[in-house]
Protein backbone atom coordinates (compact mmCIF):
# COMPACT_ATOMS: atom_id res chain seq x y z
CA UNK A 1 0.00 0.00 0.00
CA UNK A 2 2.67 1.95 0.49
CA UNK A 3 3.60 2.57 -3.02
CA UNK A 4 -0.38 3.50 -4.00
CA UNK A 5 0.17 6.77 -1.43
CA UNK A 6 2.92 8.36 -3.38
CA UNK A 7 1.31 8.05 -7.25
CA UNK A 8 -0.63 11.19 -7.43
CA UNK A 9 -4.21 11.65 -6.69
CA UNK A 10 -5.24 12.71 -10.49
CA UNK A 11 -3.45 9.33 -11.70
CA UNK A 12 -5.25 7.35 -9.50
CA UNK A 13 -8.55 9.22 -9.92
CA UNK A 14 -8.18 8.27 -13.94
CA UNK A 15 -7.77 5.17 -13.11
CA UNK A 16 -10.31 4.73 -10.82
CA UNK A 17 -13.02 6.28 -13.85
CA UNK A 18 -11.27 3.57 -16.65
CA UNK A 19 -11.61 0.60 -14.61
CA UNK A 20 -15.73 1.97 -13.65
CA UNK A 21 -16.11 2.58 -17.34
CA UNK A 22 -14.62 -1.13 -18.52
CA UNK A 23 -16.47 -2.62 -15.86
CA UNK A 24 -20.02 -0.47 -17.05
CA UNK A 25 -19.29 -1.86 -20.75
CA UNK A 26 -18.90 -5.21 -19.68
CA UNK A 27 -21.76 -5.33 -17.78
CA UNK A 28 -23.89 -3.40 -20.70
CA UNK A 29 -22.49 -5.77 -23.15
CA UNK A 30 -23.68 -9.37 -21.02
CA UNK A 31 -27.09 -7.70 -20.61
CA UNK A 32 -27.15 -6.96 -24.01
CA UNK A 33 -25.63 -10.56 -25.09
CA UNK A 34 -28.22 -12.13 -22.82
CA UNK A 35 -31.07 -11.04 -24.68
CA UNK A 36 -33.09 -13.27 -26.70
CA UNK A 37 -32.18 -12.75 -30.96
CA UNK A 38 -34.79 -11.44 -32.30
CA UNK A 39 -36.71 -14.33 -34.84
CA UNK A 40 -34.89 -14.85 -37.93
CA UNK A 41 -36.59 -13.12 -41.01
CA UNK A 42 -37.73 -16.45 -42.58
CA UNK A 43 -39.09 -17.46 -45.94
CA UNK A 44 -42.97 -17.67 -44.67
CA UNK A 45 -46.14 -16.82 -46.04
CA UNK A 46 -46.17 -12.72 -46.22
CA UNK A 47 -49.15 -11.42 -44.60
CA UNK A 48 -52.13 -10.62 -47.02
CA UNK A 49 -52.87 -7.52 -48.87
CA UNK A 50 -49.06 -6.71 -48.85
CA UNK A 51 -46.78 -6.11 -51.87
CA UNK A 52 -43.56 -8.62 -52.21
CA UNK A 53 -40.10 -6.75 -52.09
CA UNK A 54 -37.19 -7.52 -54.97
CA UNK A 55 -35.41 -10.63 -53.93
CA UNK A 56 -38.38 -12.57 -52.07
CA UNK A 57 -39.84 -14.73 -54.58
CA UNK A 58 -39.41 -18.63 -54.02
CA UNK A 59 -36.57 -20.33 -55.95
CA UNK A 60 -37.49 -22.22 -59.54
CA UNK A 61 -38.30 -25.59 -59.72
CA UNK A 62 -35.16 -27.87 -59.64
CA UNK A 63 -36.54 -29.59 -63.29
CA UNK A 64 -36.52 -26.37 -65.64
CA UNK A 65 -33.30 -25.38 -64.24
CA UNK A 66 -30.75 -25.68 -66.51
CA UNK A 67 -27.48 -25.77 -65.35
CA UNK A 68 -24.54 -23.65 -66.65
CA UNK A 69 -22.01 -25.54 -68.81
CA UNK A 70 -18.98 -26.32 -67.56
CA UNK A 71 -15.62 -24.10 -68.86
CA UNK A 72 -13.44 -26.61 -68.06
CA UNK A 73 -15.09 -29.31 -70.11
CA UNK A 74 -15.59 -27.50 -73.18
CA UNK A 75 -11.94 -26.39 -73.21
CA UNK A 76 -11.05 -30.05 -72.69
CA UNK A 77 -13.32 -30.95 -75.43
CA UNK A 78 -11.45 -28.09 -77.74
CA UNK A 79 -8.11 -29.42 -76.95
CA UNK A 80 -8.99 -33.24 -77.58
CA UNK A 81 -10.62 -32.06 -81.22
CA UNK A 82 -7.28 -30.22 -81.76
CA UNK A 83 -4.99 -33.72 -80.99
CA UNK A 84 -7.35 -35.57 -83.02
CA UNK A 85 -6.63 -33.37 -86.06
CA UNK A 86 -3.20 -33.63 -85.54
CA UNK A 87 -3.00 -37.13 -85.42
Do not use: C, I, K, Y
Not at 26 to 33: A, D, G, I, T, V
Not at 50 to 77: C, H, I, K, N, Y
Amino acid sequence: MGALSELPPALLAGWALWLAGGLALMLWFRHRSARPAPPPAGHGVPPTGTMRLSGTRPAPARSGVRRPPDAFAELQSLLDQHEDRNR
